[in-house]
C-alpha cells in the first residue's frame, strides 16, 4: 500500500493541531506498535511545547524531514544546558530540512511557526512501549504546568541567537 502525503493531507493535519489542547497532532503511517520504524507525520503549531526527553534504548534513533514550517531541533547537555553545536533549525526549502538524532540524546523541538515534520524513529524487538520509550529530565517544566510557557519562549530565543 501507499500512502500519498499532500498538501490537502498537511492542511487537515494542522487544522487537527491547531484543535488539539497540545496543540498537536501526530499521524501514523506505521501499521503497529510491533514495527521496527515508525513513521509518522508530526503537525504542531508555534505554541507547542514538548518536554525535552531521551531515548535510552540504542535502537530509538529518530529522523525528521521538514515538510512544512519552521522548528528548532535543541539539543541539552545533561545538566539541561542549550548544545548549540547540536542544535539546529529545520524550514522547508531551505538547505537544512532534515536531522538525524542518535539514542541518549536529551532534545525537543520548538516551532517557530505551524509545522509537519516526517518523523521515524527505531524500535526494539519488543515494539513501542509507552512506559519506557522517554526518560524525562529534572530541569524541564512537564508539559501543562505553570513554568512551561515560558520555558518554550526560553527555549525559541536560545535557540533562534545561537542555532
Known sequence: MIVRITDELLDSLLE?????PRKRFMHTLHSGAWEHAHRMLNAFTAGSY??????????????????RGRVAVVA??????LDFQQTTILEAGSS?????????????LVAFQDSVL???????DEGYDPNTDKEFPDWAPEE????????????????????
Open 16 to 20: 487537527k493541531a491547531r484543535s488539539s
Open 50 to 67: 514538548g518536554r525535552p526527553h531521551r531515548h535510552l534504548n540504542p535502537h530509538k534513533s529518530e529522523g525528521f524531514v521538514i515538510l
Open 76 to 81: 541539552f547537555d545533561g545538566s539541561g544546558n
Open 96 to 108: 537544512t530540512v532534515g536531522a538525524d538524532i542518535g539514542p541518549n540524546t536529551w532534545h525537543t
Open 118 to 124: 516526517y518523523e521515524v524513529k527505531g524500535q526494539p
Open 144 to 163: 501543562g504546568t505553570e513554568g512551561a510557557p515560558a520555558y518554550l519562549e526560553q527555549l525559541k530565543s536560545q535557540s533562534l541567537s545561537r542555532a
